[in-house]
């Protein structure tokens, strides 16, 4: 039995995700088609100006802007941020320093450390387990 091999296609709004862009701001016609694994990977590679522009001043998905903020998603929405936002616009809100960002970035700052705690008392735990 022969099994012929289909090249693997992602949709736009997952390549877009992957790439760290907002799709509503990619060309219509990366938007409107499929992106092959080829496709895909020659983007990364070699990204064409619009990708280029895209990464270096937006819009930005939340993900990106909760990043570029150091604060989680749910973060964003509760500082009532809950668009895509340009570079400009992220380092304005930096530059401003409003209550909620630094409230956020401190609980932010807490879940990493606990994050942290428990990562040490599991790698013990599974040390005295092994002795």
Not at 64 to 85: F, M, N, P, Q, W
């Given at each position: 039995?022969?099994?012929?091999?289909?090249?693997?296609?992602?949709?736009?709004?997952?390549?877009?995700?992957?790439?760290?862009?907002?799709?509503?701001?990619?060309?219509?016609?990366?938007?409107?088609?499929?992106?092959?694994?080829?496709?895909?990977?020659?983007?990364?590679?070699?990204?064409?100006?619009?990708?280029?522009?895209?990464?270096?001043?937006?819009?930005?998905?939340?993900?990106?802007?909760?990043?570029?903020?150091?604060?989680?998603?749910?973060?964003?929405?509760?500082?009532?941020?809950?668009?895509?936002?340009?570079?400009?616009?992220?380092?304005?809100?930096k530059s401003e320093l409003p209550e909620w960002l630094e409230k956020e970035r401190a609980t932010q700052a807490e879940v990493?450390?606990?994050?942290?705690?428990?990562?040490?008392?599991?790698?013990?735990?599974?040390?005295?387990?092994?002795?």
């Amino acid at each position: 039995m022969k099994s012929h091999q289909t090249a693997q296609t992602m949709k736009p709004a997952t390549a877009a995700k992957k790439l760290g862009v907002y799709l509503p701001a990619t060309p219509a016609e990366f938007q409107e088609g499929v992106v092959s694994r080829a496709e895909f990977n020659e983007l990364q590679a070699d990204p064409p100006a619009w990708l280029s522009e895209l990464r270096q001043n937006g819009p930005h998905p939340r993900p990106v802007v909760a990043a570029k903020l150091g604060v989680s998603i749910a973060g964003l929405a509760r500082g009532g941020v809950t668009e895509a936002l340009t570079t400009e616009q992220i380092e304005a809100i930096k530059s401003e320093l409003p209550e909620w960002l630094e409230k956020e970035r401190a609980t932010q700052a807490e879940v990493r450390k606990e994050t942290v705690r428990i990562k040490k008392r599991n790698a013990e735990r599974a040390e005295r387990q092994g002795s």
